[in-house]
């Protein structure tokens, strides 16, 4: 990935293609590193344009990794929530006044299903994040599904976010009851307001305290990192950008960040970070490069 970014950074010369090419033909393993590799920049939407040797022939992996991923989306798109009843687009927040009176507001790139029929009221989060006010109905509790674990409404107004199998709870009104399975077990919690709580697949934690405020600014445009890793920060910054960050040196990771940020203004997020972290940041097209900048040796806040 690194020379992929390297050859498309600016004009390379034809030199610097046969070097690739050379490296890319010396064993299979460095033909499936490459192949790999021009695969992902072709999602990104750097199209590849380089010369192609007699000798090259189509990647045939890329063309497996395609079909695998089509098949995938097939066979896995109701657990991804391809197909959910709301899905917001990058960068974009929605807020939507449910039939049975509650309100749910929605982070971008989020997937929810909406039940509201029947003996209980039930969302399935599938990824993203969403704050919901749930309106009082005795007869029919409200629960988020989410992962492994559901999130019981205790009259309550309460924050969750999902990245993969990860679901972090704040609750600002009242208190959520979490059941988690994990470990052929049933772990249950009861989180209070002010409080948040995380689980996975390997179980629950104990309830600890936030800053409900700080925690649910996104539902303002805005974004607030206390003390927060950068690899933390980028992870919260990814449903507002399109393409990827790339950190190319993994220790950049645990750098300190604290800042608020708007979520609609991408060059002032960037901007953040450059100036108070011991980093260098390039754009590419659907990508974000992130290296260490030698001239600045410790960061500033």
């Known amino acids: 990935m690194q020379w992929l970014v390297d050859l498309h950074s600016g004009?390379?010369?034809?030199?610097?293609?046969?070097?690739?090419?050379?490296?890319?033909?010396?064993?299979?393993?460095?033909?499936?590193?490459?192949?790999?590799?021009?695969?992902?920049?072709?999602?990104?939407?750097?199209?590849?344009?380089?010369?192609?040797?007699?000798?090259r022939r189509l990647p045939v992996l890329g063309l497996v990794l395609v079909t695998g991923l089509a098949c995938?989306?097939?066979?896995?798109?109701?657990?991804?929530?391809w197909?959910?009843?709301?899905?917001?687009?990058?960068?974009?927040?929605?807020?939507?006044?449910?039939?049975?009176?509650?309100?749910?507001?929605?982070?971008?790139?989020?997937?929810?299903?909406?039940?509201?029929?029947?003996?209980?009221?039930?969302?399935?989060?599938?990824?993203?994040?969403?704050?919901?006010?749930?309106a009082r109905d005795p007869q029919r509790p409200f629960e988020i599904a989410a992962g492994d674990g559901n999130l019981r409404a205790l009259g309550t107004a309460f924050a969750v976010r999902r990245q993969d199998d990860a679901v972090h709870l704040v609750v600002t009104e009242h208190a959520v009851r979490a059941r988690v399975q994990a470990g052929g077990a049933t772990q249950t919690a009861e989180v209070q307001a002010g409080q948040g709580l995380d689980y996975d697949a390997d179980g629950l934690s104990r309830p600890y305290a936030v800053d409900p405020d700080a925690e649910t600014a996104w539902r303002h445009d805005r974004l607030v990192f206390s003390n927060r890793s950068l690899g933390e920060v980028?992870?919260?910054?990814?449903?507002?950008?399109?393409?990827?960050?790339?950190?190319?040196?993994?220790?950049?990771?645990?750098?300190?960040?604290t800042g608020v940020v708007g979520t609609d203004d991408l060059q002032a997020q960037l901007q953040l970070l450059q100036h108070s972290?011991?980093?260098?940041?390039?754009?590419?097209?659907?990508?974000?490069?992130?290296e260490r900048d030698e001239a600045r040796t410790s960061p500033s806040r």
């Open 277 to 290: 972290l011991p980093v260098r940041i390039r754009r590419l097209p659907w990508l974000t490069i992130i």
């Open 11 to 55: 004009d390379p010369q034809q030199a610097d293609w046969e070097a690739y090419l050379q490296w890319c033909e010396t064993s299979p393993e460095h033909q499936r590193a490459a192949q790999k590799a021009e695969w992902l920049w072709e999602q990104l939407g750097g199209a590849l344009q380089r010369p192609v040797p007699r000798s």
């Open 83 to 134: 197909m959910a009843d709301q899905r917001t687009a990058v960068g974009e927040r929605r807020t939507l006044q449910l039939a049975d009176g509650s309100r749910l507001e929605l982070g971008p790139q989020t997937r929810v299903d909406i039940e509201l029929d029947g003996p209980q009221r039930r969302l399935h989060l599938y990824r993203g994040e969403l704050y919901v006010q749930v």
């Open 72 to 81: 995938g989306l097939v066979w896995h798109g109701d657990e991804q929530g």
């Open 234 to 257: 980028l992870d919260a910054l990814k449903p507002y950008h399109r393409g990827l960050f790339w950190i190319r040196d993994e220790a950049l990771r645990q750098l300190p960040v």
